[in-house]
């Protein structure tokens, strides 16, 4: 059975008397501890998928399911220990008046889990960054090491399934690779599930087994990794 199943989703977005139909009718299903890629010109849809999954896009029809089971409506903590998003951009991502130490944190704070100091300086280490950096403050972070925090926060509650909303597009190329080997490499070591977004048919190449193609809101094509080739 499929750990995350996406049967004829729709998004819909009405905006100044219009109705946007961002997602049309897709289905998906991701094995567990699979990678799975979308790709697509910019407004294809992609990115809406990751965010109905999260709750952050309205659901106007079909479902979507996790280990066999619906998800809640709204979320809630459960949801949010078992799946976490990176986002683009980790320059927007991360809230510039605190600490790399409080970004970390707070997500243990908000589920009453205990042991926060081993946890976060466990975190920074898993990403490759010096424990010295739980003080600083994003803006002293390069856009590599603050994806690579971003990355961190979300590997907090220990989920088994991270949504990758183009976690690379934002960074200098010669940083990209650096990222998507530790992704991968956390994919490995967790035994981690993966839904990735991105335009980049190389990168998709590099980390997943299937993709999914997408034009206008619409599935075009699944493909496999040797598809690819």
């Known amino acids: 059975m499929a750990f995350i199943e996406i049967e004829n989703l729709s998004v819909t977005f009405h905006a100044k008397g219009r109705h946007v139909r961002a997602v ?20 294809s849809g992609k990115s809406t998928i990751l965010r109905a999954i999260c709750g952050l896009a309205p659901v106007t029809g079909g479902s979507i399911r996790i280990g066999g089971a619906p998800v809640p409506t709204p979320r809630g903590r459960a949801f949010a220990a078992q799946v976490q998003m990176v986002f683009q951009d980790p320059y927007a991502s991360l809230h510039p008046r605190h600490t790399i130490d409080r970004v970390l944190s707070e997500p243990l704070a908000i589920h009453g889990a205990g042991d926060a100091d081993r946890r976060v300086m466990q975190a920074l280490t898993d990403v490759g960054l010096p424990t010295s950096f739980r003080f600083r403050y994003p803006h002293q972070l390069s856009g590599g090491q603050r994806q690579r925090v971003a990355i961190a926060r979300a590997l907090m509650l220990e989920p088994k399934i991270l949504l990758l909303d183009e976690p690379t597009s934002a960074l200098d190329a010669s940083v990209q690779a650096e990222t998507l080997n530790l992704l991968a490499r956390l994919r490995a ?4 599930t993966f839904l990735m977004v991105s335009h980049d048919l190389a990168v998709i190449d590099h980390m997943c087994d299937r993709v999914l193609v997408m034009q206008h809101g619409r599935a075009v094509e699944e493909l496999s990794r040797e598809d690819l080739a």
Request: no cysteine; charged share 30%.
């Open 24 to 43: 049309e009718g897709v289905s998906l299903s991701v094995e567990e501890k699979g990678s799975f890629g979308l790709v697509g010109e910019s407004g």
């Open 189 to 192: 070591e967790r035994g981690l």
